[in-house]
Structure formats: structure tokens, C-alpha cells
Nanobody
């Protein structure tokens, strides 16, 4: 059974850093796009970043460019989201997504 498990969220002060991890298992193909999404209280879910497992191409939402970095370790089937210079507006539950599957989410809270 396909499964995604996120970790690494927490409480951090503005300007701080966190690294999120998303471990994938049970997928039949090694060629996929894995994305990070987030949902803030009272708002819809939005795409933050994604990466292709085959060629490493990446995408970033404009508001996180230069602050967030997505990377993948194919040997571990894990994708990371390094988040630097965090802002209070980055506060949200962060989810990873592959081929219609969602992880359970990890809370990121940035205090001002």
C-alpha cells in the first residue's frame, strides 16, 4: 500500500529554519513528481514546491523562492523541504503528495 509520512515540523521563531521530510513507500513506480503543499487556518491548500524524481526539476511558489529548497534522496525514497528565513505567514500544516496520495501532514508554526 502506498504511503507518505511527513516529519520535521515544529515551532520556530521568525527567521529560523526547519527541515521537513517526506518518506514514500509502496509506490509501484520510481518516476513521479512529489509535491509539498500547505494549508493555513481558514485557507485552502496551496502548492509550495515540487520535484521530479527522474530529472530533479523543481518548482517553487513565488513567496518561498530563495528561502525554501526541495531535494530528494532516491535511495531513501525521501524528499526534503529545507525552510530558511521562516515568516509567520509560513505557518500552516504541510503535506506531501504523490500520484493522488497525501501524507498526514506536519504542523509548522512560526512565531513573530
Amino acid at each position: 500500500e502506498a504511503q507518505l509520512v511527513e516529519s520535521g515540523g515544529g515551532l520556530v521563531q521568525a527567521g529560523g529554519s526547519l527541515r521537513l521530510s517526506c518518506a514514500a513507500s509502496g509506490f509501484s513506480s520510481d518516476d513521479y513528481v512529489i509535491g509539498w503543499f500547505r494549508q493555513a487556518p481558514g485557507k485552502g491548500r496551496e502548492g509550495v514546491s515540487c520535484i521530479s524524481s527522474s530529472d530533479g526539476k523543481t518548482y517553487y511558489k513565488n513567496s518561498v523562492k530563495g528561502r525554501f529548497t526541495i531535494s530528494n534522496d532516491n535511495a531513501k525514497n525521501t524528499v526534503y523541504l529545507q525552510m530558511n528565513s521562516l515568516k509567520p505567514e509560513d505557518t500552516a500544516v504541510y503535506y506531501c503528495h504523490v500520484n493522488g496520495y497525501w501524507g498526514q501532514g506536519t504542523q509548522v508554526t512560526v512565531s513573530s
